[in-house]
């Protein structure tokens, strides 16, 4: 038994905590957890815990149901905030095996380790920021009702209101009691509308915080009587909630996106992991932006007298919050990095991590050249000016997104065959389920008129 599993266990016993529950994800991102005792842990160290994978979405037929989830115990955390009659609560990340004990391909947490690998074995580690979007809202309507925000607040706004109140400070306490860092927090433009950012970290790291951080902001909203949402696009007249997430690469300690003589301070290896970006983004758009509900934040009305920033069409700019890749402006060298504004909330962040360095990769592989960057407002131009342009748009829909993804050659390398060929059967048919339904809409346009 190595350190940090005597360390798990010595904890467990000094602060009397009575289950642990071991977390993984099924490919769509969902979070899945087993409790166990602590006198079944150190077990569950030298074994794992066995599971019936075709039970979970993505993982194996019935045929082959027999996986390991083996925990991690670098991820363990206690959740003091969820105490109770029964005590703290702790958690662990697990990895999912195999019987041969190899690690299972529809892991999303394997996916990213292997990417992260093939980035080790050029030198690089790889490291993510996210800024993540979401909604308070007053309760979920079963009907599918309109939901009430919590407050009628803007952007930067600070809000008082009885609902909720002091919500993202609790928030935020929750977080770093269980060492999650946060960078800053705020109101966002539409009513109920939060963003809190995480610090950066690396990208496995990164996509383990996420996972914590939905569930840490929905449990705190709970315990103030209302409800968080990670819903792309809740409101028609209302902007979506997004996750902007700011990529890096480090060779060692020196990041290697920076470039001291260059007039933007991009090294040659940031600009080619930009384009990487560029010449595959519609075909890594399905794993960024998974939902039907996606699409209506990347393709919305135009609101009142205003157009969101979401980011539709494939450009990059330097400080352009209308490009789908934006550079931000960084005081130090090693704060050089690139933001993928496209990204939602609601994504699975291994794959949508592992999906963006795949293509950030493939950029400095083959030495893609970087176009011209964006200086105008991509939205405000006409579809003629984005097309003379080379802006190409980001698919309008969830199965235009399968269409261009199902055409590939680099997703399925990134993700490996057996998650490729899953994601699209269930995404295809989550499409065919959206299309052959009645909406709303529907019967308000046309039932007392035709």
């Not at 662990?92 to 041969?100: E, H, Y």
């Not at 892991?107 to 308070?136: C, I, Q, S």
Request: charged letters at 25%.
């Amino acid at each position: 038994m190595d350190r940090q599993q005597e360390f798990v266990l010595r904890t467990l016993e000094e602060r009397d905590i009575r289950f642990v529950r071991l977390w993984f994800t099924d490919v769509l991102g969902t979070l899945k957890s087993v409790s166990v005792a602590p006198a079944e842990l150190e077990s569950a160290f030298e074994e794992g815990m066995g599971i019936d994978g075709s039970a979970i979405e993505g993982f194996a037929r019935v045929s082959e149901s027999d996986m390991i989830a083996m925990p991690d115990p670098t991820t363990f955390q206690v959740f003091p905030f969820e105490g109770g009659v029964s005590g703290e609560s702790a958690r662990m990340f697990c990895d999912i095996l195999l019987p041969d004990r190899t690690p299972a391909w529809a892991d999303p947490r394997h996916v990213l380790r292997r990417m992260l690998a093939k980035a080790a074995e050029k030198g690089f580690t790889f490291y993510t920021h996210p800024e993540v979007e979401f909604f308070l809202i007053r309760d979920t309507p079963l009907d599918g009702a309109v939901p009430v925000p919590v407050d009628n607040g803007g952007y930067f706004d600070h809000t008082t209101h009885a609902v909720a109140r002091d919500f993202r400070r609790q928030a935020v306490l929750a977080l770093e009691r269980i060492g999650i860092s946060v960078e800053f927090s705020h109101h966002e433009v539409a009513p109920g509308q939060q963003e809190i950012d995480l610090r950066y970290a690396d990208a496995l790291t990164t996509a383990d915080n996420v996972m914590t951080f939905r569930h840490v902001v929905k449990e705190v909203a709970l315990s103030q009587g209302v409800r968080a949402t990670f819903m792309p696009k809740p409101y028609t007249d209302q902007p979506g909630s997004g996750m902007h997430t700011h990529l890096s690469l480090f060779e060692g300690e020196r990041n290697a996106f920076f470039d001291g003589d260059d007039p933007l301070k991009l090294s040659k290896t940031a600009r080619a992991f930009i384009a990487g970006l560029l010449v595959h983004a519609r075909e890594y758009t399905a794993v960024t932006n998974q939902w039907v509900n996606s699409y209506k934040r990347l393709f919305p009305l135009q609101l009142t007298d205003r157009i969101t920033e979401s980011p539709a069409f494939v450009s990059w700019g330097h400080l352009n919050r209308s490009a789908l890749v934006r550079v931000p402006a960084f005081g130090k060298p090693n704060s050089a990095r690139v933001e993928v504004r496209s990204i939602d909330s609601a994504t699975n962040p291994y794959l949508a991590f592992a999906v963006m360095l795949g293509a950030g990769l493939k950029g400095i592989e083959e030495g893609y050249e970087l176009p011209p960057g964006a200086e105008d407002d991509v939205w405000s131009l006409t579809a003629a000016e984005r097309r003379a342009m080379g802006y190409d748009a980001l698919p309008e829909n969830l199965s235009e997104a399968i269409d261009v993804m199902a055409k590939s050659e680099l997703v399925p390398e990134v993700l490996g065959e057996h998650v490729f060929d899953f994601f699209l059967r269930n995404k295809r048919a989550e499409w065919e389920q959206y299309r052959r339904e009645v909406t709303p809409y529907e019967r308000q346009r046309y039932l007392g008129v035709l």
